[in-house]
Structure formats: C-alpha cells, structure tokens
C-alpha cells in the first residue's frame, strides 16, 4: 500500500510540474506569435503612413492601435524603454506599471506573457459602472519589446491586454488531457507494482523459509564447532601434559637404569618428580578453568607474575636469568590466559635449554598484543626452521618433535598465532601474536 502511495504521489507531482510547464509553454508560444505579427505589420504600417518612425512614442502609438485592433486585444498601455507608463488605448484602458520579470525579459528584446485567472476588472478597464468594475475575469496580457527589425536596441515597451477566456479554456483542456494520461499511468503501473510485489513477496516468503532452515542448521554447525573447538582446546591440554611428562620420565628412567642403589642421586629424582607434579597441578588447573562454569579476568602482568613464580627456580638452577618486560595492560579471561601460560612455559623452558651458563631468557609482552620469548643461546640449526611446527621434527638430540606443534595448537584454539620470529647466532625469538582486542 505504502508503494501504491509513494507512487501515486510521484505521478501527481509530476502532473502538477508538466501542467505548469505547458501553461508556460503554451503563453509564451502566444507572445513570440504576436511579436514576429507585430514586427511584419510594423513595416506595413510604417510604409502606409510617411513620415512615421518608432523612434517616436507618438508614433508608436498609432502602430500600436493598428497592431492591438489586428490581434483582438481590449486595448494596450506603452511604456517608455525604461518601464515608465506614457499611454494607453483606448481610453478606458486604465494605467499600470511593468512587473520586474516583464521589464527584464522586455530589455533583452523577448516578449512574455503572463494570465490571472480571476483579475478585477477596474484594475485594467474603466467601464464606469460599478457592479461590473469589481467583476474579476481572466486577463492575458503580452508584454512586447518595441524595437526596430535586425536592431537590438529598445525603443519603448507595449503591453497589450486581452480577454483571458479562450487561453485560460485551452490550458484548463490541456490539464484534463494530461490528468487522463496520468490516471492512465497510475492504473497500469499499480497494476504492474501489485504483479511485482505478489510475485516478490512469494519470493520472499520461500527465501524466509529457506533462510529459517539455513540458520536452525547453522546454530547446528556452530554448536558443534563450538565443542570441536573446545575438545581440540582440552586435546591439546592434554598433549602438552603427556609431551611435558616425556622428559622428566625419561630422566628418571636413565636415573634409575644407570646407577646404583648406592650411587643413586636423590636430588635429580625429586627434581624430576617435582617438575611432573608440577606439570600435573598445572594442567589440571588448566581444565577445572576449561571445563569449569567460573570465569573470570587476568591481567597480562598477573599472569607473567605467575609465570615468573612458577619457573624462576627452573632458570636458577640452569643458572639463567629470567627477565620479563609487561607493557600490555590487556585483561584476559582465565580459560585464555591458562592456555597462554601452558604456551609460555613451554617455549621458556625450550629457551632456558638453549641458554648457554649466565645466558638470559627474556619476556616482553607488547601493548600490541605480542608477547616475545628470546634467548641468547646459538639459534636453530640451519634447515631445521620450516620444519619446527611438525610433529615429530626437533633440534634436540632426545626431543620428541612434539612440543611446538602442540604450542600452536594451544595457540590457534584461542585465535592466536605461534611464529618465529628470528633465530641467529645471537639468540632465538619466538612470539605468540594473540586475536585483536575491541577499541
């Protein structure tokens, strides 16, 4: 309904627009006919009567009378070139200035025309007779530049003054014309428009439905994901506890394979042991957070104090320092930030192993949202950087090839990225790029 309306409107304004345009047309049509009339029987004038010439106001007057009693005009008043009243004829006709737009278009030599549909009658005759002076009746008046033929200059302004009837009937016919027509376009584009709509709406309606089933089956898929993603998440957990037990288990076993009751290193297995129940807390922790219903928010500088807790004495026995930069006041939630720290670890100890005696191991967590972890150990061996993230590709002579692939897995289940960053003679960076936090 509302397009029936909108389009309807549109038909009407441009009805009203085409209608004045034809009025304005159709006047202006009248007062170029009567000027090119004027200019050819002002030669035949002029030639009939000696001694005549437009030059004169007088003589333009007896022009003017042949001209306005050819053209059936009621009579005309003559104005002076710049728009001051001098006569009118016949003598009833009473006086009257120029409208600005008549003496405009009058100076640059055009005619115009102008029509009031219910103008008073003493405002242009004198009948002296007062019921029929405040008659109002249409006026057609064609304002008409006096000049001499293939001369631009102007010689004096007439302004002829014509019985409105027949032009104001003309226009009113050629209204009625153009309301038809348009009647005719609303009722054949209405019915176009309610074709269209029908046919749009039964497009609509099948496209909703589709839409409907599309999304059920989305939230499908979106769930799923949601759980895929979670259990890759705890998968991996779970794979960085199995790959972090590896090596305490194995040095525990050359412990145990390789020296005696007598000789046995008491020192080395409780340091092996305690790095797995650290290991085991750690994850543990990690998966009450996960599979948990209590979330809450860390800061990045929380979290590295944890850190900084939890491995200062791993560096200290190496004989490595720890030095960690916080610039990043991010908030993190606990499930995120329990994964960030599993990744951390991982990559420091990977560092502290590559740390020659007195080396340094450093933290730096950006306002970017990077957090860096280098060492000034040797670097990669050469060939050996594309392969890292593979499973089963180490550097290491005992490596199982297993802790950085899982890192990036941890990495890319919270929208992370886990890269290299560099690796030379002067030390190894790794960073860990975490997902763009809202402005």
Same mark, same amino acid.
């Given at each position: /309904?509302?397009?029936?309306?909108?389009? !309807?409107?549109?038909?009407w304004?441009?009805?009203?627009?085409?209608?004045d345009?034809v009025?304005?047309?159709?006047?202006t049509?009248?007062? +170029?006919?009567?000027?090119?009339?004027?200019?050819?029987?002002?030669?035949?004038?002029?030639?009939?009567?000696?001694?005549l010439? /437009?030059?004169?106001?007088? #003589?333009?007057?007896?022009v003017?009378?042949?001209?306005?009693?050819?053209?059936?005009?009621?009579?005309?008043?003559?104005?002076s070139?710049?728009?001051? $009243?001098l006569?009118?004829?016949?003598e *009833?006709?009473?006086?009257? @200035?120029?409208?600005? *737009?008549q003496?405009?278009?009058?100076?640059?030599?055009?005619?115009? @025309?102008?029509?009031?549909?219910?103008?008073?009658?003493?405002?242009w005759?004198?009948? !002296?007779?007062?019921d029929?002076?405040?008659?109002?009746?249409?006026?057609?008046?064609?304002v008409?530049p006096?000049?001499?033929?293939d001369? +631009?200059?102007?010689?004096?302004? =007439?302004?002829?003054?014509? #019985? %409105?009837d #027949?032009?104001? =009937?003309?226009?009113?016919?050629?209204?009625?014309?153009?309301?038809?027509?348009s009647?005719?376009?609303? @009722?054949?584009?209405?019915?176009?428009?309610?074709?269209?709509?029908?046919?749009?709406?039964?497009?609509?309606?099948r496209?909703?439905?589709?839409?409907t089933?599309?999304?059920a089956? &989305?939230?499908?898929a979106?769930?799923?994901?949601a759980?895929?993603?979670?259990?890759?998440?705890?998968?991996?957990?779970?794979?960085h506890?199995?790959?972090?037990?590896?090596?305490?288990?194995?040095?525990?076993?050359?412990?145990?394979?390789?020296t005696?009751d007598?000789?046995?290193?008491?020192? +080395?297995?409780?340091e092996?042991i305690?790095?797995?129940?650290?290991?085991?807390e750690?994850?543990?922790?990690?998966?009450?957070? $996960?599979?948990? !219903?209590?979330?809450?928010?860390?800061?990045?500088?929380?979290?590295?104090?944890?850190?900084?807790?939890?491995?200062?004495? @791993?560096?200290t026995?190496?004989?490595?320092?720890?030095q960690? #930069?916080?610039?990043?006041?991010f908030?993190?939630?606990?499930?995120?930030?329990?994964?960030? &720290?599993?990744?951390?670890?991982?990559?420091? $100890?990977?560092?502290? +192993?590559?740390?020659?005696? %007195?080396? *340094?191991?450093?933290?730096?967590?950006?306002?970017? !949202?990077?957090?860096?972890?280098?060492?000034?150990?040797? %670097?990669?061996?050469?060939?050996?950087?594309?392969?890292?993230?593979?499973?089963?590709?180490?550097t290491?002579?005992?490596?199982?090839?297993l802790?950085?692939?899982?890192?990036?897995?941890?990495?890319?289940?919270?929208?992370?990225?886990?890269r290299?960053?560099?690796?030379?003679?002067? %030390? *190894?960076?790794?960073?860990?790029?975490?997902?763009?936090?809202g402005?």
């Open positions: /309904m509302l397009v029936l309306i909108i389009f !309807g409107g549109t038909i304004v441009a009805k009203e627009q085409l209608a345009r009025r304005e047309q159709a006047l049509r009248q007062a +170029e006919v009567l000027q090119a009339i004027a200019l050819v029987h002002q030669v035949s004038v002029i030639e009939a009567f000696e001694d010439s /437009m030059e004169n106001h007088a #003589d333009q007057l007896i003017m009378e042949e001209i306005s009693e050819l053209s059936g005009a009621l009579g005309f008043r003559l104005y070139p710049e728009a001051n $009243y006569y009118s004829y016949p *009833t006709i009473t006086e009257g @200035a120029l409208g600005l *737009t003496f405009k278009k009058a100076e640059t030599l055009s005619p115009s @025309a102008s029509l009031t549909e219910r103008a008073l009658l003493s405002d005759v004198d009948t !002296g007779v007062d029929v002076a405040t008659e109002r009746v249409p006026i057609l008046e064609i008409l006096l000049h001499i033929a001369e +631009e200059q102007l010689l004096g302004i =007439a302004q002829l003054i014509f #019985d %409105g #027949d032009t104001l =009937a003309d226009i009113e016919q050629l209204g009625q014309q153009i309301s038809v027509q009647s005719v376009v609303f @009722a054949v584009g209405a019915v176009i428009i309610a074709v269209v709509l029908g046919f749009s709406f039964r497009s609509i309606n496209s909703h439905d589709r839409l089933k599309r999304t089956a &989305l939230n499908e979106n769930q799923a994901l759980l895929s993603n979670k259990t890759t998440a705890i998968g991996g957990i779970a794979s506890l199995m790959h972090g037990l590896r090596n305490p288990l194995a040095a525990l076993k050359t412990l145990f394979s390789n005696d007598a000789k046995l290193n008491l020192a +080395e297995a409780k092996a305690s790095r797995m129940e650290f290991m085991v750690d994850v543990l922790r990690t998966l009450r957070d $996960y599979q948990g !219903g209590i979330v809450y928010e860390i800061t990045m500088r929380e979290l590295l104090g944890l850190f900084e807790n939890n491995f200062s004495a @791993a560096a026995k190496r004989s490595v320092a720890l960690i #930069d916080v610039e990043s006041d908030n993190l939630e606990n499930r995120e930030a329990s994964l960030i &720290l599993l990744i951390i670890e991982n990559l420091a $100890y990977n560092a502290v +192993e590559a740390c020659p005696t %007195g080396g *340094t191991v450093r933290i730096d967590a950006s306002r970017d !949202g990077i957090i860096a972890v280098s060492d000034d150990g040797p %670097g990669l061996p050469e060939g050996t950087q594309e392969q890292l993230f593979q499973a089963g590709k180490s290491k002579e005992q490596g199982s090839g802790g950085l692939p899982i890192s990036r897995q941890l990495a890319i289940s919270i929208d992370a990225d886990l290299l960053a560099k690796s030379d003679e002067n %030390g *190894t960076t790794f960073e860990l790029r975490l997902a763009k936090r402005a």
